[in-house]
């Protein structure tokens, strides 16, 4: 038997998740302290780290006994842990560290982007091919 998430923590997590998107966002702007904008996404982003190794989604993986959710749950844990941390490196430098040109902040964010976009979707599409070829398809 399959685990689901109840739909008002389903829908909890989605607000969690945005309030640091959007906080990261408001600082980067200007409209609201770029510390507090800084510090408010990072603890976001730990808040989904947590969930992802010891909270409810490493638990239902860890149950699933499907070998190419578990390989594609595991690679793209490991994007979110180190191509999300480049999010915030780039805003630190850009907004706190004294800040650097618009070409090498352009190179880090397109960089995240390659890692958090085309690698996760290579990565699923992967997985989606092995499970045809376990199920017959």
């Not at 770029?34 to 976001?44: E, M």
């Not at 994007?79 to 780039?90: E, V």
Request: proline share 3%; charged share 15%.
């Amino acid at each position: 038997p399959r685990s689901t998430p109840k739909p008002s923590s389903a829908a909890s997590d989605v607000y969690k998740r945005q309030v640091f998107v959007v906080a990261g966002f408001l600082g980067a702007a200007g409209y609201m302290s770029k510390t507090l904008g800084f510090i408010v996404w990072l603890a976001g982003w730990l808040y989904v780290l947590g969930e992802l190794y010891v909270g409810e989604a490493g638990r239902a993986n860890a149950k699933c006994g499907n070998e190419n959710i578990q390989m594609v749950f595991f690679s793209n844990r490991l994007i979110i842990t180190i191509g999300w941390a480049i999010y915030p490196m780039g805003y630190f430098i850009e907004h706190l560290g004294g800040g650097i040109d618009t070409n090498s902040v352009n190179v880090i964010y397109n960089l995240a982007d390659f890692l958090n976009k085309i690698v996760f979707g290579l990565i699923i599409y992967k997985a989606a091919i092995q499970d045809l070829k376990v199920n017959g398809q």
